[in-house]
């Protein structure tokens, strides 16, 4: 099983900005990775995946314009930085690994997750 762990989260200004890294325990080429987030009191959600080699990304239409994420295969890592954050961007964020070399939306075709980096955005 890949062990993920998330770091980057904290408290930012509405308006700022934010880098999130996920670090992958092992290799990930060929395999799609994805962020998710959860607000307090609400469903987990999709946020972006990228492709098995990270040539092919997807944002939900919440971040579209936003957002972006990469990948860098020398350190297996993915990252997602947001620009413009709003208060509804305030959430914990998950990074998945997927079994899939295409990312999805569906949290079930992802087969490990990290434990979540909580991010606040004060207004």
């Known amino acids: 099983q890949v062990q993920l762990q998330e770091s980057g989260g904290g408290v930012v200004q509405a308006g700022g900005s934010l880098t999130l890294s996920c670090a992958a325990s092992?290799?990930?080429?060929?395999?799609?990775m994805a962020w998710f987030r959860q607000a307090s009191g609400q469903e987990r959600e999709w946020v972006a995946h990228i492709s098995g080699s990270g040539q092919t990304t997807h944002y939900s239409s919440s971040v579209q314009g936003r957002a972006t994420i990469a990948r860098d295969f020398s350190k297996d890592t993915v990252t997602l930085v947001i620009d413009n954050l709003n208060p509804e961007d305030t959430a914990i964020y998950y990074c998945?690994?997927?079994?899939?070399?295409?990312?999805?939306?569906?949290?079930?075709?992802?087969?490990?997750w990290g434990q979540g980096t909580q991010v606040t955005v004060s207004s």
């Open positions: 092992q290799r990930t080429y060929n395999y799609a």
């Open positions: 998945a690994l997927s079994g899939r070399y295409f990312g999805t939306t569906q949290q079930t075709d992802y087969t490990s």
